[in-house]
């Protein structure tokens, strides 16, 4: 868990003059980046950089994850990551140098914030229909550990962890969040209903901390739903948080809703280290043409400034951003068709010219930069995050994922067999529908069974008893993987097959 005392992004407020971290990135990244820290210079923000290399150019040099010793070094001395998009080389087997990043320093929260923009015109702002959506994504665990197999040459598995701190950490963070943007609403996007263990926790959690914020109306809707919610009144919506690969969509789709990803900006947010980062991806189709829109790179830094405390630099910068927006300058991705386009380093001179000049609609505050005294943290070890154990833990069965082609009653014949004197074969399924003892002719089958064995009389059981059957049914079949069955007191921690 974090360490005692410490709040999200507590130490990140920093004298003047603090140094971060800046990764020019892939594609349009370069281009993007120079047109933001021209804007940022011109607005006296008082930053320095230290340029760190990653992105595909590292990976060409050898590097297998993207960035090289020094800038992983250099990052976790500054804390805060300002970075453009970055490529991940395709078929060399090398991990997302972007994913990579969010999980080694778990930079657990994924903060996107979507508002309706004045002069950015999309089907909502014609209707008159207000914007200001923040979704946060949960940004290290899920699919995203990327640990997949094939069982069978038709078979692939993939796991997905969602655990009791890495949720309590995110949910947490949405909340504290909702509180300061004095939200009305704060809702959490799921799947319990099928996923009724991984994001059945999830939604415990939430809930959980609910608790402690009465302040704020706290409700759940399902995730289809919710996408189906968003696109039809998505001014109804406030703070919106997901695990992550639900949040990963619900995040686009709500980029979407706001004039799409040149508009769409994210903040990883972690205990130790922040990474700031436009949503989009490198755009290849227009880089090194000087054409690309910088504003989803300039919001995500505004919220970086915001973060470290840079709070009237954000304001006077975000100001001429919305009075540039209003006079209608665009670059070639969106606004007014009867407007020429500018290119990139015209729009962000644009900006710059408009310092000072406040928007008719959104204006923002301008707030006195509240620099504080950094506290840069020094870990000797990895933070473990665990919670308390109730200790009426039982092994009473075992689920023996076997590759087989024969039809279920055979496998149940020879299954029996191995049963012995502590285990009863109660239940055959395949893709998670039961088979046997009940089952239907048409369930179409694949050459991946899940065998459940459970103890007889409900006695408990121990790892060397499953060793032993795993070693006896390993004689007939091969054995492509085995989960324990465990249980908590009555709680049983595993799901049914579909019709058990
Ligand atoms: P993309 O976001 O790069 O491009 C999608 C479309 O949006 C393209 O037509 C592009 O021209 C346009 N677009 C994106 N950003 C724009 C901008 N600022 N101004 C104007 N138009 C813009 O998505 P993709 O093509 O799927 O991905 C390209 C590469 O980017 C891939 O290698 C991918 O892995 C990487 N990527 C990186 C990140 C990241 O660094 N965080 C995120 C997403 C994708």
Redesign the pocket.
């Known amino acids: 868990m974090r360490p005692p005392g410490i709040e999200p992004g507590s130490h990140f407020q920093y004298n003047l003059n603090m140094k971060i971290a800046v990764a020019k990135?892939d594609?349009?990244g370069p281009e993007?980046m120079e047109a933001v820290l021209n804007i940022f210079k011109a607005g006296k923000v008082p930053l320095q950089y230290e340029m760190v290399e990653m992105g595909k150019w590292v990976f060409d040099k050898g590097f297998s994850n993207g960035m090289t010793p020094e800038a992983k070094a250099t990052i976790e001395r500054l804390g805060i990551l300002f970075?453009?998009?970055?490529?991940?080389p395709k078929g060399k087997g090398v991990k997302?140098v972007?994913v990579t990043a969010r999980k080694t320093w778990n930079t657990y929260a994924n903060n996107r914030e979507f508002q309706t923009l004045h002069g950015v015109d999309t089907v909502f702002s014609k209707a008159g229909i207000p914007i200001d959506i923040t979704v946060v994504r949960e940004n290290i665990e899920d699919t995203y550990g990327g640990i997949e197999h094939m069982l069978t040459h038709d078979v692939a598995l993939s796991r997905r962890f969602i655990t009791r701190p890495g949720s309590l950490q995110v949910i947490k963070y949405a909340f504290e969040m909702a509180k300061k943007k004095n939200a009305r609403r704060i809702t959490c996007g799921h799947k319990a209903n099928i996923m009724k263990i991984t994001d059945g926790l999830f939604l415990e959690c939430f809930y959980e901390v609910a608790k402690d914020y009465p302040e704020l109306k706290a409700d759940d809707v399902i995730v289809d739903d919710l996408c189906m919610k968003l696109v039809t009144r998505p001014d109804l919506f406030d703070v919106v948080v997901l695990t992550n690969l639900q949040g990963d969509i619900v995040s686009d789709l709500c980029a979407g809703l706001v004039g799409?990803?040149?508009f769409a900006p994210s903040a990883n947010i972690g205990d130790h280290i922040c990474i700031f980062?436009?949503?989009?991806?490198?755009?290849?189709?227009?880089a090194g043409k000087n054409?690309?829109?910088?504003?989803?790179?300039l919001l995500s830094g505004l919220a970086m400034l915001r973060h470290v405390g840079l709070t009237e630099n954000a304001s006077v910068i975000e100001n001429a951003l919305l009075y540039t927006l209003e006079q209608g300058v665009h670059?070639?991705?969106f606004g007014d068709k009867s407007i020429p386009s500018v290119n990139t380093t015209q729009f962000a001179d644009a900006i710059i010219g408009n310092f000072g000049k406040k928007p008719a609609v959104g204006a923002k505050e301008i707030i006195p930069n509240k620099p504080g005294t950094p506290e840069p943290l020094k870990l000797e070890l990895n933070p473990m995050m665990v919670s308390v154990e109730t200790g009426d833990e039982t092994i009473v069965g075992v689920d023996l994922f076997i590759e087989s082609d024969e039809q279920p009653v055979a496998i149940a014949e020879k299954c029996k067999r191995h049963a012995g004197v502590k285990f009863n074969l109660t239940n055959i399924s395949n893709r998670g529908t039961q088979v046997w003892p009940t089952g239907s002719i048409y369930t179409n089958l694949v050459n991946q069974y899940n065998v459940r064995f459970e103890s007889i009389n409900d006695e408990p059981l121990n790892q060397q008893d499953v060793i032993g059957l795993y070693v006896s049914m390993s004689g007939n079949f091969k054995i492509c993987s085995f989960e324990l069955l465990n249980a908590w007191g009555d709680k049983k921690a595993y799901s049914m097959a579909q019709g058990q």
Do not use: Q, R, W, Y
């Open positions: 990135g594609g349009i993007i970075k453009g998009p970055m490529e991940t997302s972007n799409g990803l040149g980062e436009a949503v989009h991806g490198t755009a290849p189709d227009i054409i690309a829109n910088p504003t989803a790179l670059t070639g991705d």
